[in-house]
């Protein structure tokens, strides 16, 4: 059902990718946003490409460069891709290689399809409802551009693909770590588990947690659908969740308003007391 979409989506993904390491690789010039968030050619030229490679199928697009859609019109779309061109400006401006394209469907308020690639390693998570969750390393443009869907995904692996340990292992933001989170993880402390933190940029954070490589990510700092609607997609589909912290149900999307709450994204195996 969505094997030609799932296409589209990667394929969108390696294209930007490619962009973005053309700039992350020259003298890049940062601006910065209304909120102080920093803004780059890599920014534009990804959203840019993205746009053009999905939008011949006719789904409408909200993402991250594009969010002033109004709701009125936002509402009455039953299907949308949710794109954040470039996830981790900060750590793409700091070079540090965390920072990722992520790319959803959303049917219906719920994420069907996720696409997450971080282009300085060329690794490639994505999952849909219907198919599964995977990731496929160093990944060629030049092999998605022309593969089909079944070949991609024979020689990819089934996530997640690490077992579970005895140790609670909790992820931390490199860039969003604030007090709520540090009281959190100190309360799951006091209940008896055993910590260890992982820190990680981006949406690498759910990437870590469908792989199994991690256990829970706590997030109470603010954040936007974009943020979120790729990885929530590849956790579900990897058996996991993705719950909002006040109404412990996962999180919808295409809402009035795109910022999300305080949410919890936990693994197939959580071992929380």
């Known amino acids: 059902m969505y094997s030609d979409l799932l296409l589209s989506a990667l394929r969108a993904a390696l294209l930007a990718g490619d962009e973005i390491l053309k700039i992350y690789e020259s003298d890049f010039k940062v601006e910065y946003k209304k909120d102080a968030s920093p803004l780059t050619a890599a920014d534009r030229n990804a959203h840019r490409i993205i746009t053009e490679t999905l939008k011949p199928g006719g789904i409408p697009i909200l993402s991250e460069e594009g969010r002033d859609i109004p709701y009125s019109e936002r509402k009455e779309w039953e299907q949308l891709w949710i794109v954040d061109p470039l996830d981790g400006t900060k750590e793409f401006v700091k070079r540090n290689g965390e920072f990722t394209v992520n790319i959803a469907l959303i049917e219906q308020q719920e994420p069907v399809i996720g696409v997450i690639y971080q282009p300085t390693t060329r690794s490639l998570y994505f999952a849909a409802r219907d198919t599964g969750a995977f990731k496929l390393g160093e990944c060629k443009t030049e092999y998605i551009m022309s593969a089909r869907l079944s070949a991609i995904l024979s020689i990819s692996e089934i996530l997640p693909s690490h077992p579970p340990e005895d140790t609670l292992r909790v992820l931390a933001s490199r860039s969003h770590m604030n007090q709520a ?21 981006s949406s690498l954070k759910f990437c870590l947690i469908a792989e199994g490589k991690a ?14 609607a790729a990885g929530q997609a590849i956790v579900e589909c990897a058996g996991g969740e993705v719950m909002d912290y006040a109404s412990s149900r996962p999180i919808k999307y295409n809402r009035e308003d795109i910022l999300n709450g305080p949410f919890l994204v936990t693994g197939s195996v959580a071992p929380l007391t």
């Open 215 to 228: 256990d829970l990510y706590p997030r109470f700092g603010p954040c936007n659908e974009w943020d979120t």
């Open 181 to 201: 989170t540090q009281d959190y993880i100190a309360d799951l402390k006091k209940k008896g588990n055993s910590i260890t933190l992982v820190s990680a940029g």
